[in-house]
């Protein structure tokens, strides 16, 4: 008997049990997660099968009003239609959630939310409706009056646009690029004005404000480009490069493109004049190296940064598709082929 007793202080058999219970818990905590793990994934397929099966406006009601789904998940639902650009489907979910909606605060974000995917959709008249409702309801609404800002804008409505801008400045905001950026789009856009007034009252916005340069000088170079190099701003010839690059040679003033080097470099690059024999921009050194040996079948071609969303275009733009910022613009140069000169040689 006390042989037995002495066999359970054995320390070898203490560390058996210990390892044993080791197993056990682990046995048993590996097959609860794998439980987990099937339950959360039919509840996944339950709630991804609404996108897959596309249900139809009935369906969508009888979802977002039911306990099926939360508030929460109809939004994601919703922002999952958005980002997909199944814009209709968004939409329904949000004229649903406004019924069923009592509380005012909700009622505004999901109105500002359906007002956004108007607007993304090219809604615009419907946007400028929900936009002005929420203002109605709720007048110191930062985010809805920036929206009706870029409708009035893109319909044209300078006037509209400019009237917006008055509560903003109430509201504390810093509005002069918007203001200054309204005003050169109206003075281009006007039937009032000649070629040669617009181009002044643009100087005149751009000597005032030092804003919204790639805007002034992209029209001063097609219109004017007397006027243009006459009254360009040096320091911000990097950011116009596309524009310099793609602007009329014979007008080229090359006193002022002598007078800078890194204008010396684009002009030697694109092969107007060999004002410099290399250039610590990689591109620019390329297509100089090129010109000063005779051959050709390269040139620049351009794409453009938004300088606070990051987001690249292979198109300029004033204000950022994207994010709205205005001015934004960033130019960046790369290498590519000339088109021209290898259609050329199979002539």
Same mark, same amino acid.
């Given at each position: 008997?006390?042989?037995?007793?002495?066999?359970?202080?054995?320390?070898?058999?203490?560390? $058996?049990? #210990?390892?044993?219970?080791?197993?056990?818990?682990?046995?048993?905590? =590996?097959?609860?997660?794998?439980?987990?793990?099937?339950?959360?994934?039919?509840?996944?397929?339950?709630?991804?099968?609404?996108?897959?099966?596309?249900?139809?406006?009935?369906? %969508?009601?009888?979802? @977002?009003?039911?306990? @099926?789904?939360?508030?929460?998940?109809?939004?994601?639902?919703?922002?999952?239609?958005?980002?997909?650009?199944?814009?209709?489907? +968004?939409?329904? $979910?949000?004229?649903?959630?406004?019924?069923?909606?009592?509380?005012?605060?909700?009622?505004?974000?999901?109105?500002?939310?359906?007002?956004?995917?108007? #607007?993304?959709?090219?809604?615009?008249?419907?946007?400028?409706?929900?936009?002005?409702?929420?203002?109605?309801?709720?007048?110191?609404?930062?985010?809805?009056?920036?929206?009706?800002?870029?409708?009035?804008?893109?319909?044209?409505?300078?006037?509209?646009?400019?009237?917006?801008?008055?509560?903003?400045?109430? %509201?504390?905001?810093?509005?002069?690029?918007?203001?200054?950026?309204?005003?050169?789009?109206?003075? $281009?856009?006007?039937?009032?004005?000649? @070629? !040669?007034?617009?181009?002044?009252?643009?100087?005149?916005? =751009?000597?005032?404000?030092?804003?919204?340069? =790639?805007?002034?000088?992209?029209?001063?170079?097609?219109?004017?480009?007397?006027?243009?190099?006459?009254?360009?701003?040096?320091?911000?010839?990097?950011?116009?490069?596309?524009?310099?690059?793609?602007?009329?040679?014979?007008?080229?003033?090359?006193?002022?493109?002598?007078?800078?080097?890194?204008?010396?470099?684009?002009?030697?690059?694109?092969?107007?004049?060999?004002?410099?024999?290399?250039?610590?921009?990689?591109? #620019?050194?390329?297509?100089?190296?090129?010109?000063?040996? !005779?051959?050709?079948?390269?040139?620049?071609?351009?794409?453009?940064? +938004?300088?606070?969303?990051?987001?690249?275009?292979?198109?300029?733009?004033?204000?950022?598709?994207?994010?709205?910022?205005?001015?934004?613009? /960033?130019?960046? /140069?790369?290498?590519?082929?000339?088109?021209?000169?290898?259609?050329?040689?199979?002539?």
């Amino acid at each position: 008997m006390n042989s037995l007793f002495i066999e359970f202080r054995d320390p070898l058999f203490g560390i $058996i049990i #210990f390892f044993s219970l080791i197993f056990v818990i682990a046995l048993i905590s =590996y097959w609860w997660a794998r439980f987990k793990r099937k339950e959360d994934s039919h509840y996944l397929n339950k709630f991804m099968d609404v996108f897959n099966s596309m249900p139809t406006e009935q369906e %969508l009601k009888t979802l @977002v009003t039911s306990d @099926v789904i939360s508030d929460k998940s109809a939004l994601i639902m919703a922002q999952t239609y958005y980002q997909n650009g199944n814009y209709e489907k +968004c939409i329904e $979910i949000y004229l649903i959630m406004l019924e069923v909606q009592k509380d005012a605060n909700e009622k505004k974000e999901t109105l500002y939310l359906l007002g956004k995917t108007y #607007f993304k959709a090219g809604f615009l008249e419907r946007s400028q409706e929900i936009f002005l409702q929420i203002l109605k309801q709720f007048p110191r609404t930062p985010k809805a009056l920036r929206y009706l800002l870029i409708i009035y804008e893109k319909m044209h409505q300078f006037d509209k646009a400019l009237e917006v801008l008055e509560p903003l400045d109430e %509201l504390g905001l810093d509005n002069t690029k918007d203001r200054v950026y309204l005003q050169c789009v109206s003075v $281009i856009r006007s039937a009032e004005y000649g @070629v !040669d007034e617009k181009a002044q009252l643009l100087l005149e916005l =751009y000597q005032e404000h030092h804003l919204l340069s =790639y805007l002034i000088f992209e029209y001063l170079f097609r219109f004017t480009p007397a006027l243009a190099w006459k009254n360009l701003d040096l320091g911000e010839a990097e950011r116009i490069a596309d524009i310099l690059w793609n602007a009329r040679e014979p007008e080229a003033n090359l006193d002022i493109i002598s007078s800078n080097s890194y204008l010396r470099e684009l002009y030697s690059a694109k092969g107007t004049e060999l004002l410099a024999q290399e250039s610590n921009i990689f591109e #620019f050194d390329v297509l100089i190296k090129l010109n000063m040996a !005779d051959q050709s079948g390269a040139t620049l071609q351009f794409d453009y940064l +938004c300088g606070e969303c990051k987001q690249i275009y292979p198109f300029s733009f004033h204000r950022c598709p994207n994010c709205h910022s205005i001015d934004s613009v /960033v130019t960046e /140069v790369l290498l590519t082929k000339d088109h021209f000169e290898a259609n050329s040689s199979l002539q």
